[in-house]
């Protein structure tokens, strides 16, 4: 497989994580707007922060897929992460996309932005006929950005590695997107 890819769009970079992005990722994990909705625990530390990135790194060099660190391009800023995500998991739909941003940048249309391209190199570059995003029911602001996507609702489901919850299973098809082969 190949390592993560560096990705340009309007206003962000989309790039690999580096050793140094773990104090700011760990800063968007501790806000109480993404523990929220992440449901992560307050046990989660700075430790777990780079746990995440080495595994988001190792999932791009096993399955070439995996998350990227998002900076602003004008100021170098980081926000969040965004990409394709596939855990090992038995009840997982398939390559997910997804973002996490900082709540200091929501709002200014980069989840969607970030989406757009991880969802254009998942059919592009992967050739990928479909892809999903787990979503908690309760989670407006994230199905806003799915819509935005041209994604739809699916169905909803419990899934065993968050059993408390149900989530939403978006989907958005390559045809649907306008991604011929």
Not at 43 to 51: E, F, G, P, V
Not at 80 to 109: F, I, M, N, Q, S
Not at 133 to 145: E, H, M, R
Request: glycine share 8%.
């Amino acid at each position: 497989m190949v390592a993560c890819p560096t990705l340009e769009t309007e206003r962000l970079v989309l790039r690999p994580f580096r050793d140094d992005d773990v104090d700011d990722y760990f800063a968007v994990l501790d806000s109480p707007e993404v523990r929220r909705w992440l449901h992560l625990p307050e046990s989660l530390d700075r430790s777990d922060a780079w746990q995440q990135i080495a595994g988001f790194l190792g999932q791009w060099v096993l399955r070439g897929t995996g998350q990227w660190a998002l900076e602003e391009r004008s100021t170098g800023a980081f926000l969040g992460r965004a990409g394709l995500h596939r855990p090992e998991r038995p009840d997982w739909p398939g390559v997910e996309v997804g973002w996490t941003l900082h709540p200091d940048h929501w709002g200014k249309g980069y989840a969607t932005e970030a989406g757009t391209a991880a969802i254009r190199y998942a059919f592009a570059e992967l050739e990928l006929d479909r892809i999903f995003s787990c979503i908690l029911a309760d989670n407006g602001p994230s199905q806003a950005v799915a819509r935005r996507l041209g994604m739809e609702l699916l169905e909803e489901r419990t899934m065993a590695f968050f059993p408390s919850a149900p989530h939403g299973i978006w989907v958005l098809d390559r045809d649907t997107a306008g991604f011929s082969r």
